[in-house]
Structure formats: C-alpha cells, structure tokens
C-alpha cells in the first residue's frame, strides 16, 4: 500500500484531486467508483472548481457509487444519489445516465443487488474512491462481511448510525438498512484511492495499514490489492508511528 501522510484536510483533497484529474485526462471515458461522506467533499469541490476553470470535461465519464440507504428515494435529500448530484454532478458535465447508484426503493431488493452486480461487470471501476468508518468499515461493509461478498443488504451498527446521526434531525431518522457494494466489487477495481482525516479514524488506519487482515476490520483487505494509495493526514496517522514506507 501506498501511504501518503499529509498536514489536513485540504492537502488530502489537493493529493486526492490530482490523481483523479490525471485519470479523467489519460482517460476522458474512465469509470469512477465514488463514495459518500464528508471526506470526500473536498475533492468533489476541487473537481467542480477545476471543471470551471480548466474546463476538464466529464461528458463520457461513467461512475458507480459505493452504497444507498434503503428506503430513500433519488430525490430524498438524505439519499446519496442527492449528495452526489449537489456535492458534484450538477457542478460538471457528466451525464445523469452515466451516473449509477443502488435504487434505495427497489421493492425487490435480491434483483436490485443482482442489477447492480451486473453493471458493476460491465462497468469496472479504473479508480473507487473510499473514506474508511471508524470501526473500520468500507461502504457499508460493517465488521464480521466476508470479503467475498458482492451486493447486499446490509443491517447498520449502532456505532455507524450514531456516526451518520448528524446528518440527520433526529439519530431515529436515519436508515437502518443501506445497499452497498461488498468487499469482492471494491477489491475488482483496478486502482484505490483511500482517505482519512482526523484523530477518530486513527485506529481505523491502523488495522488497514498494519492490522491482521480479518473481516473484522474491513479495510484490512485493501493491504492485499495490488494499486491502493491511502492519502491521511497526521491525526489519522497517528498510530502508524514507525514511518517506514511512509512518505
Ligand atoms: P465520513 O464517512 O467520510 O463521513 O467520515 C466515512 C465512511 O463511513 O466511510
């Protein structure tokens, strides 16, 4: 693994940014895997800042998200298909129907997955782009998912709830259950580009930098894909005390 340790926030999204603008130059028709969260904010902002600017174009661009709560529609503004289209789609050229996330309201949830298993065949990440949970989980794969797992449904855990609460009015608003990808899809594209800020994701950084390999730190089986760079800043680095291979 590549391990990149930056000062903040705002290194971790230029770092982050310029890997994926240089991917979307070589390849204007690249699929990008993409997540949701805070930390990938900043580098959706410098995409739609440089769209602007530099006029880097999208138009045949394809992505896939991570994950979708189940039971929030496109346009509910908790879903993620919201936040991606208000954190960076609307703010580039890409096509909507370029665009692909789990449906949350799929009322067979077993042919939902299968749908998008099927897609993710088709359309092979060249470069996912993770944040990592505090208790180590990637997407919505919480503690104890076998790394084989594709598409699924997943039950959340208290302490992903409690972390997601704040986006929420109230911690009984948020979905109990999500769609995500599962470990076998995340670990099928072809490079990974993992971020972290913070000191509550220090032990989460451990046990995928250092960690026993073992479902019950998730991230951990990214230490076995053959292109995956973790961009983190000194609070997430924390616990990675011996820098060797550290840059
Ligand atoms: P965050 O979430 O970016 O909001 O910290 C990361 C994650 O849970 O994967």
Redesign the pocket.
């Known amino acids: 693994m590549n391990v990149i340790v930056v000062n903040g926030y705002e290194e971790m999204s230029d770092r982050a940014f310029a890997i994926m603008k240089d991917i979307v130059v070589k390849n204007p028709a690249a699929v990008l895997g993409l ?1 949701t ?4 904010i900043g580098l959706y902002r410098r995409m739609v800042a440089d769209h602007a600017a530099a006029g880097t174009s999208y138009r045949a661009v394809r992505t896939v998200n991570l994950d979708e709560y189940a039971g929030l529609a496109p346009d509910h503004e908790q879903s993620y298909a919201y936040f991606m289209r208000t954190n960076l789609f609307d703010g580039i050229d890409i096509l909507p129907e370029n665009t692909h996330i789990e449906n949350g309201i799929a009322e067979d949830a077993a042919a939902e997955c299968a749908r998008y298993n099927e897609l993710l065949e088709t359309l092979r990440q060249d470069i996912q782009v ?4 505090s208790n180590g ?3 919505f794969n919480e503690p104890g998912t076998p790394f084989d797992m594709t598409t699924h449904v997943v039950d959340l855990t208290e302490s ?1 709830i409690r ?1 997601n609460a704040r986006l929420f009015a109230r911690e009984e608003d948020v979905p109990r259950r999500a769609f995500t990808m599962g470990p076998k899809n995340i670990m099928n594209a072809a490079r990974i580009l993992i971020l972290a800020n913070g000191a509550n994701k220090a032990r989460a950084v451990y046990g995928l930098v250092r960690g026993e390999v073992t479902p019950s730190l998730p991230a951990s089986i990214l230490q076995h894909h053959p292109d995956c760079t973790l961009i983190c800043d000194r609070a997430a680095a924390a616990l990675l005390s011996d820098e060797k291979g550290v840059s």
């Open positions: 997540a969260g805070s930390t990938p993770l944040g990592i949970g989980h990637i997407a992903t972390d």
